[in-house]
Nanobody
Framework: QVQLVESGGGLVQPGGSLRLSCEASGFTFNHHAMSWYRQDPGEGRQVGAT????????NYDDSVKGRFTIPRDADKNAAYLQMNMLKPEDTAVYYCNAMGRLPAVYGTDYWGKGTPVTVFL
């Protein structure tokens, strides 16, 4: 059974930090690129950060570049989102995504249930 379980969300003041975790199971972790998306109420999900299936390359949305990083740990089948210098506009539900990147798993697209992050004064 495929599972992506996010954790680490919560309340934080502007300028603070949070580290989100995404624990993966039920699929070949190293065959999938990992991403973190976020969604504001009433809006669609937007990708914030992506790391390739072998961890060699990352990509960040301009809104989080320089503040967020997306490491992954193949031994733990986990991906993380380290969020620093948080701003009120970072408030959203954050979702972990795994997308197949090798031919055997092209088309696979898995999602977690999300973890909320609230940045408040």
């Amino acid at each position: 059974q495929v599972q992506l379980v996010e954790s680490g969300g919560g309340l934080v003041q502007p300028g603070g930090s949070l580290r989100l975790s995404c624990e993966a199971s039920g699929f070949t972790f190293n065959h999938h690129a990992m991403s973190w998306y976020r969604q504001d109420p009433g809006e669609g999900r937007q990708v914030g950060a992506t790391i390739t299936h072998i961890g060699g390359s990352t990509n960040y949305d301009d809104s989080v570049k320089g503040r967020f990083t997306i490491p992954r740990d193949a031994d733990k089948n986990a991906a993380y989102l380290q969020m620093n210098m948080l701003k009120p506009e970072d408030t959203a539900v954050y979702y972990c995504n795994a997308m197949g990147r090798l031919p055997a798993v092209y088309g696979t697209d898995y999602w977690g249930k999300g973890t909320p992050v609230t940045v408040f004064l």
